[in-house]
């Protein structure tokens, strides 16, 4: 079983829409939580990050860590078609020398 | 802003060939990554370096080989290319100890016939 787990989707919505991202993870170890966009044939950018629980708003984009239920989110408001990337968690802890674990991404499409 | 750099950044070599490609980064940051991406699938750690002189292979078996004789540069070499190891490779660093949040290059698409 993966550390980290993330729907690959593709998850397809109406442009305007409210978009919900997620990954589910095993390991209450960890401590930073990341969200990074990939647009296709691109390297990822990150986003957001957050440390422990809590929410972190930054325009339209709002990252949630849920630690008792080892559950992040991102939120997307009025989503755009310049939104359809792929969104990938990230996160990291102590005892791995806060190397960066990856979910496995999740293909967003906003139809306009 | 992330200033890393890769190249080439499209390669189209055939079976055989010994490629070298390179990545640089301007931040001074000590640790630096590469991964492997197919297209639509997701990161494979395959080689990592925490700072000069240090090289470690991820959680990827591969048959690249990486130096890091300065902080800046992090170049990946395969000896023999094979059509196995066409991909996308991505160069990443970072310079934070805790969040470990890294910057990505753009990526070589290595293409082997």
């Known amino acids: 079983q993966k550390e980290v787990e993330q729907d690959p989707g593709p998850l397809s919505v109406p442009e305007g829409a409210i978009v919900s991202l997620n990954c589910t993870y095993s390991?209450?170890?960890?401590?930073?939580f990341m969200w990074y966009r990939q647009y296709s044939r691109k390297g990822p950018e990150l986003l957001m990050y957050?440390?422990s629980s809590g929410n972190k708003e930054d325009g339209r984009f709002t990252a949630q860590v849920d630690k008792s239920s080892k559950y992040i989110s991102l939120f997307i408001r009025d989503s755009q078609p310049s939104d359809s990337a792929t969104y990938l968690c990230?996160?990291?802890?102590?005892?791995?020398?806060?190397?960066?674990?990856w979910g496995a991404g999740t293909k967003l499409i906003i139809k306009p | 802003e992330a200033d890393i750099y890769q190249t080439p950044r499209y390669l189209v070599i055939g079976t055989g060939k010994k490629i070298t490609l390179e990545c640089s980064q301007t931040?001074?940051?000590?640790?630096m990554y590469w991964y492997q991406q197919d297209p639509g699938m997701e990161l494979h750690l395959i080689h990592y370096?925490?700072?000069?002189?240090?090289?470690e292979k991820g959680d990827l078996s591969s048959e690249s080989t990486v130096s890091r004789i300065r902080t800046e540069h992090f170049p990946l070499t395969l000896e023999s290319a094979r059509p196995s190891h066409t991909s996308q490779y991505l160069c990443?660093?970072?310079?934070?100890?805790?969040?470990?949040?890294?910057?990505f290059g753009p990526g070589t698409r290595l293409t082997v016939l």
């Open positions: 990443a660093s970072s310079g934070d100890i805790s969040t470990d949040t890294q910057y």
């Open positions: 931040m001074g940051h000590d640790k």
């Open positions: 370096s925490y700072g000069v002189n240090s090289t």
């Open positions: 390991n209450s170890a960890f401590q930073y």
């Open positions: 957050t440390y």
């Open positions: 990230a996160m990291s802890r102590m005892d791995s020398n806060y190397q960066l674990i």
